[in-house]
Every structure is written in C-alpha cells, then in structure tokens.
C-alpha cells in the first residue's frame, strides 16, 4: 500500500455537480475538504465541439455512455437488463460536461405526488425548503432564463436573460399560443452574457461534448475553480473501492487507487458520497464487511432499489423553409409544462415536461434513430436534404415513478478491476409512462402541426437517453425504508452523507440538476452549521 493521505475534516467522493458544490461551500466555510475523483480534469481544448469531425467524435471517445466511450475512467454498467441505456461522465465536473444544461425547478407538487395523486413517494421537504438553494445555485453556476412562468411559483430574475429561442423556437411558441398551451423560453446553465469571467454562448450546438467556449455551467468550469481557489483539494485519477468504517460503526474513510496503480487511505471525520446515483449505489454495494454483509448503510435493504430513469419519446417535425436548426444550443430554446401534472381526464398519473432543441448536423440527420427504418442511397441524402436545418425536436420527458423491482445491483458473474461484480441495471418502463409518453406524442404532433409542420417523425421509448438516473439511494423519515434522513445523511452512519440523484424520492418530469444542487447545497450547509451532530 502506498503513502496514506493526510486526515481531512470532510472526504467527498465525486467531483461531479454535488460533489463539486459540497468541497465549494465547506472550502468557503474554513473546513478542511478533501475530494477524490476516478478520472480528470479535461482542458477546454480537448472538448471536441469547436473541431470539424465533432459528430465524429460525440459517437465514439466523446459518447456520453460509458460502454461505447470505453475511456480510461469508466467502469462498465450491465444494462442489457434495462429498457434505458445510462449516460454519465467519470471526470472533473461528471456528467454536467456532457449534459445539455437544461436548468428547472421541481414544481411543488413533485414532492407530494402520493397526497396528491395516491402515487410514488412524499418527499420529508417541499420546495420552499429548497428554495433559497435554488437561488444561490443558480447564481454560482450561471442560469440564463426568464421569470413569471406561470406554471412556478413566483421567483426574481434569473442570473441572467434567456438564449434567444431561434426561428424554429418561435414557430412553436406562436403554435402555442394558438392552441392555447403553455410554452416559455429555456431556462438553461448557459451564459447568454459573460458571467463571473465565463464568456456567453456562441449557439455552436455543440454542447453535449463539453464547452469550449467556457458558456456552459458545467461544474468543472463554473464551480470548481473557486471551490479550490477557497482552499478545497482535488485528487484525481483517484478510484474509490471502498468506503471505510472503524469498530464503532461511523464513515473513517475511503480505500483508493491512485494514478499510478498504488492503493492508498484516505481518512477523514465526515465522507460525502456525490458519485452518481449509479456510483453511490455501487460503492456502497461493494462496500461490505462483517457488520454490513448487505452493502454499507442498507439496513433498509433499498441500497440500489427504486431505480428511475426518465424514459422519453421525441418528436421531429419538418418544415419547408431553412430555420438553421443545426445551430442555436443544445439546451431548450423553449419548453412546455402544459401536460407535467395529474389531470382526471387522462389515463395516466402525473405528466410529461417538453423541451424543443436544435436537431443538429449531418450526421446527426443521417443516423437518428426514428422509428422508420434506417434509409440508405438516395433515400438516405433524401432525409438528410429535409432534415438540415429545417426542422424541429421534441423532447417529452416523462415523470418516471417509483418501483422497488427498478433497481441497481452487483453481478458476480462480472467481475470489475476489484473482484467486485459489475453494476447491472434491471429497469422496465412502467404501463403508466408508456400511457403518457403515448397521449404526449399524440399532442406534440397537434403542436407541430399547428407550426406548420408537413410532417412529423418519432422515436418512441427511445433507449439511449439515461441522462437522469435517480432514486437508489432515496431520502425518507423512516430508516426502515429509506437510506438518509431529510439532511441527506445515513440513517445508519450519521457522518455518512449522500447528496447526488440517489437521494431523489420522486423524479418529477423536469432535469434534475437544478434540484441535485439545491438539495446539495441545503445538506452541506446543515454539515456546517452543525458539525457537532456529524
């Protein structure tokens, strides 16, 4: 074993969006954080989006799945077993480098949809609770919007004004307001003006592989350096095997192996789990000994359970004038709320949020995977010739439900680079989402149509959208099912917090990160306010 590190006041795993907030606001608060991360710090040059083979690229080393992208930090994820494929990102800044940066808000009914609708779970907080964590988020990683939409609550300006929601942006919005269905511009984490010495969008289309340019919010860019700048460290190359405990039960640290090869302890008086809620997941299920043969604080037994993955449809419509939709960002130049809630008439629970977005360049128009068959030849420079720049994406993301048979665990039959079986995701799409996402393919053509749309293609259930996996390590009052209390730290080892998307009770149908922040943010500033109870 090599040389130990020193001792730390607080040890965080994962240096994505909560991990990076957590070493931010303790380094600002004087206590010591230490944080470790599996793979690097990615300069912007390497980001392939201003480089002419991007498409090229954004389908192999640059994938947001794991198992294609095959790079030096990812492990494997068994997801035969699932209806939905995940994307995630082993990095400095996880998975915000590749995300689309679309920035929501839960609504307020997300947190009780079993009062409300007799389905899923109530969360142990609201959303006045989570709030003012909103606020001081969104100003730290740099949110462009507009305030007033009348499907919120009331809330102040946004950090910053909205992205400009291009020609297409606006065919649909005037579709909207005729067929009198809510729309409102893209709140999204990407600068639409220079913001704490990023610089604004340059509407590339191209964020989904990192940012060159510095405008998206991603955690590596936007959070990062002032967390270090405030005194956090940052090891990477640092993969966690285990998370350690000493005879009286609490959190003392964390076996790793470092850049090199050589394993090492990394101690600490408080460990903060922010890997990913298939990491968190994982780690904990590899962490067993003799008092937790089960895996590591899962008394409970719901470690991994309770899977939720946002299955999605998306809808393309085609017109017949040049809109330039190749470019604009890869964000939501326009989103509506018009069917994210329960109504009586529908045969469904809860709803779905839509998010119009650019549709990309050739390749992109080339390979989509549309339910039509794949066309070759003419056919091929056929839907290529329509699709550039004249057209259109829908994406309808549907509030995915708890179920206790959707869960993570470890194969034994797999075995990863510490002899511990790989993670493998059992996940089916519900009748209840299948329902939804149906009657929502069936109005975004009604939407499409009134914008003028000739024609309207779709992917339905499509598989390779796992940007959002939650829930597998879920937030509740009672420890008997549950893995952390309201404050985000284990029932069953109280210096043990977890403050990813695993601790998601419902999913609600919006993006998570704005949430995963709030509620990483709220949990630490407990951890500070209240060291003597960790």
């Given at each position: 074993m090599g040389g130990d590190l020193s001792q730390t006041e607080v040890l965080v795993i994962g240096a994505g969006l909560s991990g990076a907030i957590a070493c931010q606001r303790l380094a600002r608060a004087?206590?010591?954080?230490?944080?470790?991360?599996?793979?690097?710090?990615?300069?912007?040059?390497?980001?392939?989006?201003?480089?002419?083979?991007?498409?090229?690229?954004?389908?192999?080393?640059?994938?947001?799945?794991?198992?294609?992208?095959?790079?030096?930090?990812?492990?494997?994820?068994?997801?035969?077993?699932?209806?939905?494929?995940?994307?995630?990102?082993?990095?400095?800044?996880g998975s915000t480098v590749m995300f689309s940066a679309h920035w929501m808000r839960f609504l307020p009914s997300d947190f009780f949809t079993y009062t409300l609708d007799g389905v899923g779970t109530d969360w142990p907080i609201d959303y006045h609770e989570l709030e003012p964590y909103y606020l001081q988020t969104e100003a730290d990683i740099g949110v462009s919007g507009l305030a007033g939409d009348p499907a919120y609550p009331d809330r102040p300006e946004y950090p910053m004004p909205p992205l400009p929601i291009q020609p297409w942006g606006e065919k649909v919005a005037e579709?909207?307001?005729?067929?009198?269905?809510?729309?409102?511009?893209?709140?999204?984490?990407?600068?639409s003006r220079l913001h704490q010495g990023r610089r604004p969008c340059v509407q590339r289309s191209t964020c989904r592989a990192g940012c060159n340019e510095g405008a998206k919010g991603q955690a590596d860019q936007s959070i990062w350096p002032s967390a270090i700048a405030a005194g956090a460290k940052l090891v990477t190359g640092a993969r966690v095997a285990r998370i350690l405990t000493n005879p009286q039960g609490r959190a003392e640290g964390a076996l790793f192996v470092?850049?090199?090869?050589?394993?090492?302890?990394?101690?600490?008086?408080?460990?903060?789990?922010?890997?990913?809620?298939?990491?968190?997941?994982?780690?904990?299920?590899?962490?067993?000994?003799?008092?937790?043969?089960?895996?590591?604080?899962?008394?409970?037994?719901?470690?991994?359970?309770?899977?939720?993955?946002?299955?999605?449809?998306?809808?393309?419509?085609?017109?017949?004038?040049?809109?330039?939709?190749?470019?604009?960002?890869?964000?939501?130049?326009?989103?509506?709320?018009?069917?994210?809630e329960t109504r009586a008439e529908h045969d469904f629970a809860r709803g779905a949020k839509w998010n119009l977005s650019p549709t990309g360049g050739p390749l992109n128009a080339a390979l989509y995977p549309l339910d039509d068959p794949q066309p070759f030849g003419v056919d091929l420079h056929?839907?290529?010739?329509?699709?550039?720049?004249?057209?259109?994406?829908?994406?309808?993301?549907?509030?995915?439900?708890?179920?206790?048979?959707?869960f993570l665990t470890l194969d034994s039959a797999h075995s990863d680079v510490d002899g511990d079986g790989l993670p493998r995701l059992h996940y089916e799409t519900s009748e209840n989402s299948k329902r939804m996402l149906s009657f929502m393919a069936k109005r975004a053509r009604e939407s499409f149509g009134a914008a003028g749309a000739y024609e309207v293609a779709e992917q339905t259930l499509a598989a390779e959208i796992g940007w959002h996996p939650l829930g597998t390590c879920r937030m509740g009052?009672?420890?008997?099912?549950?893995?952390?209390?309201?404050?985000?730290?284990?029932?069953?080892i109280p210096n043990l917090l977890i403050v990813d998307g695993s601790s998601f009770v419902t999913s609600s149908c919006v993006n998570p990160a704005a949430t995963i922040s709030a509620i990483a943010a709220r949990a630490v500033d407990r951890l500070i306010h209240c060291r003597s109870e960790y």
């Open positions: 004087g206590i010591g954080v230490t944080c470790l991360e599996q793979g690097e710090w990615n300069p912007r040059e390497s980001y392939p989006g201003d480089k002419p083979d991007f498409e090229l690229q954004a389908l192999g080393p640059w994938n947001a799945n794991p198992n294609i992208r095959r790079g030096k930090a990812d492990y494997p994820i068994l997801d035969d077993t699932s209806d939905i494929k995940p994307l995630l990102f082993n990095g400095v800044g579709a909207h307001d005729r067929l009198g269905w809510h729309w409102w511009p893209g709140s999204n984490a990407i600068n470092d850049e090199f090869g050589v394993t090492r302890k990394a101690c600490a008086d408080i460990v903060v789990l922010a890997a990913h809620a298939i990491g968190t997941a994982r780690l904990l299920l590899k962490s067993v000994d003799a008092a937790w043969p089960d895996g590591l604080a899962n008394s409970s037994g719901v470690v991994g359970k309770n899977l939720m993955m946002h299955p999605m449809n998306r809808m393309v419509g085609f017109f017949d004038e040049p809109m330039s939709s190749w470019q604009g960002h890869w964000g939501q130049s326009i989103y509506s709320m018009e069917f994210a056929d839907r290529v010739d329509k699709w550039l720049g004249r057209s259109a994406l829908w994406g309808m993301v549907a509030e995915d439900l708890p179920d206790s048979h959707n009052n009672d420890p008997r099912n549950s893995v952390v209390d309201k404050w985000n730290r284990c029932h069953d």
